[in-house]
């Protein structure tokens, strides 16, 4: 398997970028909307999923247009969400076991992100914004 290292340079800044987006929601919509945390974490996690996704599909993987119709668009984004959702949750069963091991949640969801990292861009390569064939 040959690796494109600007694709995965690319991707790991669209990433940052989206992490300085989530942070910035929940503190916006926790500190001056007062929003319970949970819900402005859910709220900044769609709205860093969608940045990401229009990142990732204009920069990361710009070089692999989706079909020029909204269905092509559609079913691209529906592959985005489902990897999305999949990451979410291995990156809390990491998460939850590296904390049950003794380490503080910052640390461990550190660990979980740098762990999830490189099967996040495999499946975004292979598998959401795949070749057309």
């Known amino acids: 398997m040959r690796i ?7 991707f790991n800044l669209v990433g940052l970028a989206g992490f ?3 942070i910035a929601a929940i503190a916006l919509l926790t500190r001056w909307f007062e929003w319970p945390a949970p819900i402005a974490t859910a709220v900044a996690l769609e709205v860093v999923a969608l940045q990401n996704f229009v990142g990732h599909s204009r920069w990361t993987w710009r070089d692999r247009p989706t079909a020029p ?7 691209r984004y529906w592959r985005y969400q489902a990897a999305k959702t999949a990451s979410l949750a291995a990156n809390l069963a990491i998460t939850t076991l590296i904390i049950e ?12 992100v740098l762990l999830c990292a490189v ?4 499946v ?6 795949r070749q057309a064939s």
């Open 20 to 22: 300085v987006v989530q």
């Open 119 to 122: 099967p996040n861009f495999l």
């Open 4 to 10: 494109n290292y600007r694709r995965w340079g690319v």
């Open 101 to 112: 091991g003794g380490l503080p949640p910052e640390v461990a969801n550190t660990a979980a």
């Open 124 to 129: 975004s390569e292979h598998v959401v914004f």
């Open 69 to 75: 119709n909204i269905r092509g668009w559609l079913r």
